[in-house]
């Protein structure tokens, strides 16, 4: 099937976006340490360009849970793919994640994470959809509350595709 990208945040507009939220982080975490867990791997793109703007002492780890098909709806089922390399014992974590659609990744991840005796937990998400939520989670940072449409770019793919593109786009099925 082909299909078409149409821009929705300009390169530009992310990173705006991205500096702030950095700087926000920043001043909320003043005189600790944060550890950023990236939710591989649509977080990726955004957890490197958050972290260099990041001015408190950073660390970073990556895991990997599974709650799609190469479609785009979720099956609900969640699975770890890759855990984490580090314990969370006694740190400052700060969950990176492209986009919270249902909801439903998330509040499974995050249940989880706490259980591993963190000193603090956060989320932070580039992309919101709040019309398509299914389970509630706590946001704690936002890029932007957009639209029920499917996005690609910095990080998000269509079938594995578009992750590199440096805006985020609506996929347009033709
Ligand atoms: P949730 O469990 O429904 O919140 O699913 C979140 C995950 O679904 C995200 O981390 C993405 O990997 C994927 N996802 C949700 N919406 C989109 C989209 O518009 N484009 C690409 N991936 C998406
Ligand atoms: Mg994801």
Known sequence: MAEKIKVLLSEEEVDA???EIGEQISKDYAGKQVHLVCVLKGGSFFMCELAKRISVP????FMSVSSYGSETKSSGVVRIVK??????KGKNVIVIEDIVDSGRTLSYLLEMLKDRGPESLRL??????PD????DVNVDYTGFQIPDEFVVGYGLDYDQ??????????????
């Open 124 to 129: 932070c998400t580039l992309l919101d959809k």
């Open 132 to 135: 398509r939520r299914v389970v």
């Open 17 to 19: 976006k991205i500096k």
């Open 83 to 88: 855990d984490l390399d580090e314990p969370l």
């Open 58 to 61: 950073v660390s970073l780890d």
């Open 161 to 174: 595709r578009y992750r590199n593109l440096p805006y985020i786009g609506i996929v347009e099925f033709e």
